[in-house]
């Protein structure tokens, strides 16, 4: 039964790509809207071709060039004055790159070179297509755990950790607090929040290392 899956996905996927186009042109030619099953449907043989013979780096290279082919494609079709596509399509670039250099994704250093190109491709995009607000340092935010989560695990400093960690989350809240709303102090209150980790980290590790001492 195995061996017909790719034929039996490929006929399938075929067949419905041809009924949503039918359905599209007679139903409402004006608005295209096919794509948008079409692009799950070619997903779905081009997903078993490649499972099925291992060949994981391959597929998320193709699956990626679909998945960003589609949003450019969705992005011209439907709204062409705003380049949407250029904030999403970028993640996707990584899902490959990740898988090729599957020995280099745990280093630091692919993670520091890594959050370094998102934080300048981001931070282009922001100056350069949306430049009335500075929202390219929530994504830095998220892409520097990066880095810094692989540094101390790898080094088992989990107390430091928590002590940066608090003090990065606690200064993004602040910065985010500056351009969102300056008149009105908020950030306190995750700030509170958060360094109950640190705290916590000593209490329970280190007071209960020495206990047992």
């Avoid at 190109?117 to 949306?130: E, F, P, Q």
Wanted: glycine share 2%.
């Amino acid at each position: 039964m195995h061996k017909y899956d790719l034929i039996f996905a490929s006929v399938g996927s075929l067949m419905s790509i041809l009924f949503f186009i039918l359905v599209n042109y007679l139903t409402s030619p004006s608005h295209i809207w096919f794509i948008y099953p079409v692009f799950f449907l070619l997903l779905w043989p081009v997903s078993v071709y490649f499972i099925k013979k291992r060949e994981y780096k391959i597929h998320s290279l193709c699956i990626s060039i679909i998945i960003i082919l589609y949003l450019f494609i969705t992005n011209f079709l439907y709204s062409p004055s705003h380049p949407w596509a250029l904030y999403a399509f970028y993640p996707f670039i990584w899902w490959p790159i990740m898988l090729i250099f599957e020995n280099a994704r745990k280093t630091v250093s692919l993670g520091l070179i890594g959050s370094f190109i998102t934080i300048m491709y981001y931070s282009i995009l922001n100056m350069a297509i949306s430049p009335g607000y500075p929202w390219a340092i929530y994504p830095s935010f998220i892409v520097l755990w990066w880095p810094l989560v692989l540094y101390h695990v790898r080094s088992n400093k989990f107390f430091q950790f928590s002590i940066l960690a608090s003090l990065y989350i606690s200064i993004f809240f602040i910065l985010v607090n500056m351009v969102s709303s300056p008149n009105e102090i908020w950030a306190v209150y995750p700030i509170f929040m958060v360094l109950w980790w640190p705290l916590s980290m000593y209490y329970y590790y280190f007071k209960r290392k020495e206990s047992i001492r």
